[in-house]
């Protein structure tokens, strides 16, 4: 199956924001680097803006490097791409995700704050990356819990 322009046979997912700049992406890279052999993972938004270097920041403390990402437009997948799982990370994305991904058997609302919309000094706003990127980790490890229950049923 065609997929970003790929053949592959794994399942597609899609982290589904607004501007692909913080939470679609740090989710990406998460569950690339979790599940990356079971999945192919890759984020899209409504209005791509540049990735927010807190999120770079954050999730270079974990490990995780998002430099080589790019901010993509959810158009640039749509009718061109299929996916098993469209993930929204916030509600704005998700009111579109039915009409955008009719064919999707899996669309999940996760609903997460914005980091970058809090405002204050950089302590209080990479506190806030951290625990965006905190809750994505445990969402994508629940998650993935919950997909391999599902298979391991007769």
Same mark, same amino acid.
């Given at each position: 199956?065609?997929?970003?322009?790929?053949?592959?046979?794994?399942?597609?997912?899609?982290?589904?924001?607004?501007?692909?700049?913080?939470?679609?992406?740090?989710?990406?890279?998460?569950?690339?680097?979790?599940?990356?052999?079971?999945?192919?993972?890759?984020?899209?938004?409504?209005?791509?803006? &540049? *990735? =927010?270097?807190? /999120?770079?920041?954050?999730?270079? @403390?974990?490990?995780?490097?998002?430099?080589?990402? %790019?901010?993509?437009?959810?158009?640039?997948?749509?009718?061109?791409?299929?996916?098993?799982?469209?993930?929204?990370?916030?509600?704005?994305?998700?009111?579109?995700?039915?009409?955008?991904?009719?064919?999707?058997?899996?669309?999940?609302?996760? &609903? *997460? =704050?914005?980091? /970058?919309?809090?405002?204050?000094? @950089?302590?209080?706003?990479?506190?806030?990356?951290? %625990?965006?990127?905190?809750?994505?980790?445990?969402?994508?490890?629940?998650?993935?819990?919950?997909?391999?229950?599902?298979?391991?049923?007769?």
């Amino acid at each position: 199956m065609t997929r970003y322009g790929f053949m592959d046979d794994k399942e597609a997912v899609l982290f589904f924001g607004t501007a692909n700049a913080s939470r679609s992406q740090m989710a990406e890279g998460l569950l690339r680097t979790s599940a990356g052999d079971r999945f192919l993972v890759l984020s899209a938004g409504l209005n791509p803006q &540049p *990735i =927010d270097p807190m /999120a770079l920041r954050v999730m270079d @403390e974990v490990g995780i490097d998002l430099r080589g990402h %790019r901010p993509k437009s959810v158009y640039h997948f749509y009718r061109r791409d299929r996916f098993d799982y469209v993930i929204s990370v916030c509600a704005r994305s998700h009111l579109r995700c039915a009409e955008l991904f009719a064919d999707v058997k899996h669309r999940e609302l996760w &609903p *997460i =704050d914005d980091p /970058a919309a809090v405002e204050g000094g @950089e302590l209080k706003r990479l506190d806030a990356f951290r %625990r965006t990127r905190d809750r994505l980790d445990s969402r994508i490890r629940k998650w993935l819990d919950k997909i391999v229950a599902q298979r391991s049923r007769p």
